[in-house]
């Protein structure tokens, strides 16, 4: 079993930046491709990003990319999701999660463990 626990949201201006950190827990951090998802009020939750085990390879949805940037430091079992430039339409519960592959996946299905969420409001 893996715990995931997000940190960094809150409420920022337009323009501006956060960076969500996601720590991981319990069982091993190895092996495992992580992601980012975000789910906004009265919608469904949407891919963001996601890196492999190795971080020798990202993918970002096409509304981020540019902007955001997903890393990962598997010595202290985190990742993390730099958000630059910041849009009111970026406001959302942001989700990390990790699968039991090395591999990254854009599809929620696709992951075993999740975190619980932290908030960002992006304000004008």
């Known amino acids: 079993q893996v715990q995931l626990v997000e940190s960094g949201g809150g409420l920022v201006q337009a323009g501006g930046s956060l960076r969500l950190s996601c720590a991981a827990s319990g069982r091993t951090f190895s092996n495992q491709a992580m992601g980012w998802f975000r789910q906004a009020p009265g919608k469904e939750r949407k891919f963001v990003a996601t890196i492999t085990w190795s971080a020798d390879s990202t993918n970002y949805a096409d509304s981020v990319k540019g902007r955001f940037t997903i890393s990962r430091d598997n010595a202290k079992n985190t990742v993390y999701l730099q958000m630059n430039s910041l849009k009111l339409e970026d406001t959302a519960v942001y989700y990390c999660?990790?699968?039991?592959?090395?591999?990254?996946?854009?599809?929620?299905?696709?992951?075993?463990?999740w975190g619980q969420g932290t908030q960002v409001t992006v304000s004008s």
């Open positions: 999660a990790a699968r039991r592959t090395p591999y990254r996946s854009i599809w929620p299905n696709d992951y075993d463990y």
